[in-house]
């Protein structure tokens, strides 16, 4: 069953704060984009304050320039379309604001924006999704954190929820958060390799800034791969008509 009609909208919900949901989000918008040409990214709620969390780290700042970059949420205040691709870049349309405050009601829906597969990092309640990927911090204390809201997307998503176990230290980081959260992790992901993480934003490259052929040949790259596999799913699951 699908809630949207023409897009196949998918949530990446954060459990709790700083557990990785966009960095999962984004990265996933680019492994989509190495199967599909209509793939967008599309900022949710939670960045809402003093800046925005994929624009610096996506590094648009540097990789499209200024005078073409559209701030999609300034476009939506001023009553303008947010139909376009003009942030168009690594195959990925990429709706987000340079930062401020999103005004209630100005919100951006999937409808709205340009792709057939639609990445909604953190997307508000009101938004309905395809899928719901719920992201969980194996931390004990992010653990403890994330109970509420997972208890609140078992009871409302149903069968249209998948989980990730991010930042993983082995198995038994893994079965623990299960255990205590009583879900079964769908996929999981180790932690980021900060240097690499450094060396990127330093050079003004994606993170993820990685190949198909380099995610095929390259298995022990575990991060790379379980996105691409993730992607695969997701395509397989939702097909273009």
């Known amino acids: 069953m699908r809630f949207t009609t023409g897009k196949r909208v998918i949530n990446i919900k954060g459990a709790c704060c700083g557990c990785g949901a966009t960095f999962i989000a984004v990265s996933l918008a680019e492994a989509l984009a190495l199967y599909s040409d209509s793939v967008a990214y599309l900022e949710g709620a939670c960045h809402d304050n003093c800046h925005s969390i994929p624009f610096y780290e996506l590094s648009l ?4 320039w200024p005078g073409r970059f559209n701030d999609f949420y300034d476009l939506k205040k001023h009553g303008l379309p947010v139909n376009s691709r003009v942030n168009y870049f690594r195959g990925v349309n990429w709706v987000v604001s340079t930062g ?4 209630p009601g100005k919100e951006i829906h999937p409808e709205e924006i340009a792709g057939e597969y639609v990445i909604c990092d953190n997307a508000p309640d009101a938004v309905r999704s395809d899928l719901t990927i719920c992201v969980i911090d194996v931390m004990p204390a992010k653990v403890l954190a994330s109970a509420e809201i997972v208890s609140k997307l078992k009871e409302e998503s149903g069968d249209h929820i998948r989980w990730i176990m991010n930042k993983t230290r082995g198995r038994n980081s893994i079965s623990d958060a299960e255990k205590f959260l009583g879900v079964k992790a769908d996929w999981s992901l180790c932690a980021a390799d900060e240097e690499a993480v450094y060396d990127a934003q330093f050079k003004g490259e994606p993170v993820t800034a990685m190949s198909l052929e380099e995610m095929r040949k390259d298995s022990s790259y575990g ?7 993730i992607a695969m799913y997701i395509l397989t699951l939702y097909p273009v008509d």
């Open 61 to 64: 700042d540097r990789n499209i």
């Open 223 to 229: 991060f790379a791969c379980t996105l691409n596999e």
């Open 100 to 103: 401020g405050k999103k005004e």
